[in-house]
């Protein structure tokens, strides 16, 4: 099964070391640098606002936990948002591509 794996960051540099340490521990198959978002959210009963950059990452649902957790202290915020979910459907050949990380 494929699963997907949603964060920001502060910038693209941050965004592309940690997908390409990610890549290198085989935790993803690929990381999608979406670009800047603006940001508006409530973090320490204040609210704020800013820009980051939003990424993608696919892997596959045995490895989900794990990319999950080390994503966490790879990243450089305090309280990163990081959302990672199961895919309930995929094409035949991303299904393999993802398959091939293991479990």
């Known amino acids: 099964m494929s699963a997907l794996i949603y964060t920001v960051f502060a910038t693209r540099e941050d965004a592309r070391a940690v997908a390409s340490q990610l890549l290198d521990e085989r935790l993803i ?3 999608n640098v979406i670009g800047r978002i603006e940001s508006l959210f409530e973090w320490d009963g204040e609210r704020g606002e800013g820009e980051e950059i939003a990424i993608l990452f696919k892997t596959n649902a045995e490895r989900l936990d794990d990319a999950v957790a080390r994503l966490e ?3 450089q915020y305090e309280a990163p948002a990081i ?3 199961r895919a309930d459907s ?3 050949a991303t299904k393999a591509w993802l398959a091939a990380l293991g479990g």
Do not use: I, Q
């Open 90 to 92: 995929a094409g035949k």
């Open 83 to 85: 959302l990672g979910w």
């Open 29 to 31: 198959a690929c990381a």
């Open 73 to 75: 202290t790879l990243h």
